[in-house]
Structure formats: C-alpha cells, structure tokens
C-alpha cells in the first residue's frame, strides 16, 4: 500500500479534479475494502489483482478469496484463489 498524500499538498487539482497522486493512493487503498457475496467469485466476479473476496456463505475451505493473476486469456473476472 502506497503512502497516503502528503497533507500539505491539496488532492484537487485547480479544476477540480482529483490529483493523480489521490487517485493512485484511492484505487490501491480500495483494494483494502472486500467484496462480499455467495459462492466462489471465479469467472463471475471482476476485480482489480490483490482484490479479497469474502464468501458469505462461508463454506469450509471457501470463505476468502484473493484475486491472484490479473486475466487469463483476457477475461479479468478469473484469477481467483481460495486462502
């Protein structure tokens, strides 16, 4: 996880928009928020690498999922692995 930004620095830019470096520190600090649902999220959940996955259900041996490789063949909803 990236350092968050520096307070003495604004995180808008002059129009407004957020700063690149915000928004950097905002998608990796996203990856600390799990996504919650029923079931195994492989092929059915898209996310971003390092993404954990809660499963409600909470099956042995199924309860949290991390979400390990990018794509495979493209397709960014796979890449889970049960931990």
């Known amino acids: 996880m990236r350092t968050p930004?520096?307070?003495s620095q604004s995180i808008v830019e002059i129009d407004g928009t957020s700063?690149?470096?915000f928004n950097t520190w905002l998608l990796d600090a996203s990856l600390s928020i799990p996504i919650v649902g029923s079931g195994s999220p492989e092929g059915l959940v898209e996310a971003r690498q390092?993404?954990?996955?809660?499963?409600?259900?909470?099956?042995?041996?199924g309860i949290e999922y991390r979400k390990m490789l990018?794509?495979?063949a493209g397709d960014t909803k796979q890449?889970?692995?049960a931990v």
């Not at 390092?50 to 041996?61: C, K, T």
């Open 19 to 21: 700063t690149q470096q």
């Open 79 to 81: 890449g889970w692995i």
């Open 70 to 72: 990018p794509s495979i």
């Open 50 to 61: 390092y993404s954990l996955y809660i499963n409600a259900i909470g099956v042995p041996g």
């Open 5 to 7: 930004p520096n307070r």
